[in-house]
């Protein structure tokens, strides 16, 4: 069965410090990987995805995660982040069981320090 | 286009009780997909609904229900509630197929007391 392990239940980091948010998952199939954020009392809001082609993939606000099929992981990072970013985020790969669901880590809380 | 909405944003209801949580799918969405994210937890498969029939549940016993309305827009239902059930309850709708994304909603905060 296809699983999602984010290694991190906490990250702590000081604003316009780089960080890395970690991401392993098991599936035996082609995989679709996606990042979701969710900011306190709010959904899930897309971050970004990896379906096929390049294994970098970025978002609009300056994360980037790379696939990587060998170490079956899906890294997500920043080079500098702003205490916006103090948020929820989850590592979801996307599985058919009898239907397209989305199979979540456990999440990693990012929480930005001034 | 309009995006994903749940109603309603919380709601507390006692042991035993019944509820039903409401779902109207993003414009052009024919699937919609529910799911249970608990305290500290990541979301959790509840099941799925295309064309008003379900087509996919995860570990959930059959207290958990579901209806899919022509419109697309779908009802979550759950009986005799216990504690346990208390989550933050996530609908997402896509156009349907692995590689496409979903969009949740906000989410409704069911308490269970």
């Known amino acids: 069965a296809q699983s999602v392990t984010q290694l991190d239940s906490q990250v702590p980091v000081f604003e316009e410090a780089p960080v890395e948010l970690r991401c392993n998952y098991s599936?035996?199939?082609?995989?679709?990987l996606f990042w979701y954020v969710q900011y306190p009392n709010q959904g899930l809001q897309l971050l970004l995805k990896?379906?096929?082609?390049?294994?970098l993939v970025e978002s609009i606000n300056g994360f980037e995660a790379e696939f990587n099929k060998s170490q079956t992981s899906f890294h997500l990072r920043k080079p500098s982040v702003h205490i916006s970013d103090t948020a929820e985020y989850f590592c979801a790969v996307s599985v058919f069981q009898g239907a397209q669901k989305l199979v979540f880590g456990q999440g990693t809380r990012l929480t930005i320090n001034p | 286009e309009t995006g994903v909405t749940q109603s309603p944003t919380h709601l507390i209801k006692t042991r035993g009780q019944q509820v039903t949580l409401r779902c109207s799918s993003q414009s052009g969405h024919n699937t919609v997909s529910w799911y249970q994210q608990a305290l500290g937890q990541g979301p959790q498969f509840i099941f799925q609904?295309?064309?008003?029939?379900?087509?996919g549940r995860g570990n959930f016993p059959p207290r958990f229900s579901g209806l899919q309305f022509p419109n697309y827009s779908s009802e979550l239902n759950v009986n005799a509630l216990e504690l346990d059930d208390s989550a933050l309850y996530l609908c997402?709708?896509?156009?349907?197929?692995?590689?496409?994304?979903?969009?949740f909603g906000q989410g409704t905060r069911l308490t269970v007391v």
């Open positions: 990896y379906l096929s082609g390049s294994t």
């Open positions: 599936s035996s199939v082609s995989v679709y």
């Open positions: 609904y295309y064309r008003e029939e379900e087509n």
């Open positions: 997402a709708s896509s156009g349907g197929g692995l590689n496409t994304e979903a969009f």
